[in-house]
């Protein structure tokens, strides 16, 4: 009773400040496009009998990168449903535009780091090979809409530092061509070789904004425009960021309502935000209030209800509805059933929205945030 209780107090705390609006816009966050993990069924077996416990960590057992059979899958079901301007659901992409090129790292004796194009890394994947023309073609469907999610979701420094002492899980993660490995021996501790931002002193600080600024860069090369939003991985950022990242023409940060800032003593400071907010900069947070992540759950069919609550607080706060739904309750790479039921359940949590609420507008994160600039 305490934790439902705790749950619903939850719901209206994240919607009590900030920006307001009549309107009943619902804006679907999906992260970690792009980004490699898991690389095949026949790894994640290896993983298995190698005694790395993959199948206790959702991100493990499940996401890949989506192959065009997930893509095409995923793009016939967000079209089938209509706002009340015609618009079809779109999800906001959050895109890593780079991984780690394997054999280059290999080839250099570990000593120096290197990573390649998302373009070139779709080439190496069975089924992916035309997954940008697939990402081109559902961003003119207005399905699919590409922001930054960072150059490469991978700490770079801790990587081949690992790498360089020949560190045992970092070393297997490298042979079988993922980002890091999580633990042997310790299940259900994850992979914080992905905690891409995290640093423990002022130059690796610096190297850090570096890699975002690439990545922003790369990201302009990649889709010719650039990244209004921005969402740090695993919400960790610095705002002493914020200057050079608006610089380089982000207006909105999209994530959680606190943020966390590492500490050169290895802890963490916690940054609260709230959705309107506006920084030293005038970058504009869009703080998440809804989930949809049925592939971190037991109990999958009670995410859609989950959901909809969420957005029903949100509306009753005169809030918009900003969903986070990851990549990994969309891929099927690795196990099929994983995409097939949750598709299930995004088609049932679609079909509720447009009904529940007739008047419903989809939009992608910057043009919330630019409806919500005009207002501020």
């Given at each position: 009773?305490?934790?439902?209780?705790?749950?619903?107090?939850?719901r209206?705390?994240?919607?009590?400040?900030?920006?307001?609006?009549?309107?009943?816009?619902?804006?679907?966050?999906?992260d970690?496009?792009?980004?490699?993990?898991?690389?095949?069924?026949?790894?994640?077996?290896?993983?298995?009998?190698?005694?790395?416990?993959?199948?206790?960590?959702?991100?493990?057992?499940?996401?890949s990168?989506a192959?065009?059979?997930?893509?095409?899958?995923?793009?016939?079901?967000?079209?089938q449903?209509?706002?009340?301007?015609?618009n079809?659901?779109?999800?906001?992409?959050?895109?890593?535009?780079?991984?780690?090129?394997?054999?280059r790292?290999?080839?250099?004796?570990?000593?120096?780091?290197?990573?390649?194009?998302?373009?070139e890394?779709?080439?190496?994947?069975?089924?992916?090979?035309?997954?940008?023309?697939?990402?081109?073609q559902?961003?003119?469907a207005?399905?699919f809409?590409?922001?930054?999610?960072?150059?490469?979701?991978?700490?770079v420094?801790m990587?081949?530092?690992?790498?360089?002492?020949?560190?045992?899980?970092?070393?297997?993660?490298?042979?079988?061509?993922?980002?890091?490995?999580?633990?042997?021996?310790?299940?259900?501790r994850?992979?914080?070789?992905?905690?891409?931002?995290?640093?423990?002193?002022?130059?690796?600080?610096?190297?850090?904004?570096?890699?975002?600024?690439?990545?922003?860069d790369?990201?302009?090369?990649?889709?010719?425009?650039?990244?209004?939003?921005?969402?740090?991985?695993?919400?960790?950022?610095?705002?002493?960021?914020?200057?050079?990242i608006?610089?380089?023409?982000v207006?909105y940060?999209?994530?959680?309502?606190?943020?966390?800032?590492?500490?050169?003593?290895?802890?963490?400071?916690?940054?609260?935000?709230?959705?309107?907010?506006?920084?030293?900069?005038?970058?504009i947070?869009?703080?998440?209030?809804?989930m949809?992540?049925?592939?971190?759950?037991?109990?999958?069919a009670?995410?859609?209800?989950?959901?909809?609550?969420?957005?029903?607080?949100?509306?009753?706060?005169?809030?918009?509805?900003?969903?986070?739904?990851?990549?990994?309750?969309?891929?099927?790479?690795?196990?099929?059933?994983?995409?097939?039921?949750?598709?299930?359940?995004?088609?049932?949590?679609?079909r509720?929205?447009t009904?529940?609420?007739?008047?419903v507008?989809?939009?992608?994160?910057?043009?919330?945030?630019?409806?919500?600039?005009?207002?501020?």
């Amino acid at each position: 009773m305490l934790k439902k209780i705790r749950k619903t107090a939850g719901r209206y705390l994240v919607n009590i400040p900030g920006w307001r609006t009549d309107r009943k816009i619902v804006v679907i966050e999906s992260d970690d496009w792009g980004s490699i993990r898991m690389p095949s069924r026949e790894v994640y077996e290896q993983c298995l009998q190698a005694g790395y416990r993959v199948d206790t960590i959702a991100y493990e057992r499940y996401d890949s990168l989506a192959s065009e059979k997930d893509l095409e899958l995923l793009f016939e079901l967000l079209n089938q449903f209509r706002d009340c301007h015609g618009n079809p659901a779109v999800l906001t992409a959050n895109v890593l535009v780079a991984n780690p090129d394997f054999e280059r790292i290999k080839n250099g004796g570990f000593s120096d780091y290197f990573y390649e194009p998302v373009t070139e890394t779709f080439q190496k994947y069975p089924g992916h090979s035309n997954c940008f023309d697939y990402w081109k073609q559902g961003m003119e469907a207005g399905l699919f809409y590409p922001q930054s999610h960072g150059r490469e979701h991978l700490n770079v420094s801790m990587f081949m530092s690992a790498l360089q002492e020949r560190d045992r899980d970092a070393m297997f993660g490298f042979e079988h061509g993922m980002p890091g490995c999580i633990p042997k021996g310790e299940p259900g501790r994850g992979n914080r070789y992905v905690e891409s931002l995290r640093y423990s002193s002022a130059a690796d600080k610096g190297k850090k904004l570096s890699i975002v600024a690439e990545g922003l860069d790369l990201f302009e090369d990649l889709f010719g425009f650039r990244s209004a939003s921005f969402i740090p991985p695993n919400h960790i950022w610095s705002p002493d960021y914020d200057e050079l990242i608006s610089q380089k023409g982000v207006h909105y940060y999209q994530g959680r309502r606190k943020m966390k800032e590492p500490l050169y003593d290895g802890t963490i400071q916690l940054n609260t935000h709230y959705l309107g907010q506006q920084n030293s900069q005038g970058q504009i947070y869009l703080t998440r209030n809804a989930m949809f992540e049925p592939s971190l759950f037991k109990d999958k069919a009670a995410q859609v209800n989950r959901c909809l609550k969420d957005i029903a607080v949100a509306f009753k706060l005169g809030k918009p509805a900003i969903i986070c739904s990851h990549r990994l309750n969309y891929i099927g790479f690795i196990d099929e059933k994983n995409r097939d039921e949750n598709l299930v359940l995004m088609k049932k949590l679609l079909r509720e929205i447009t009904e529940r609420w007739p008047d419903v507008e989809f939009m992608n994160s910057v043009q919330l945030g630019k409806l919500i600039e005009q207002r501020v």
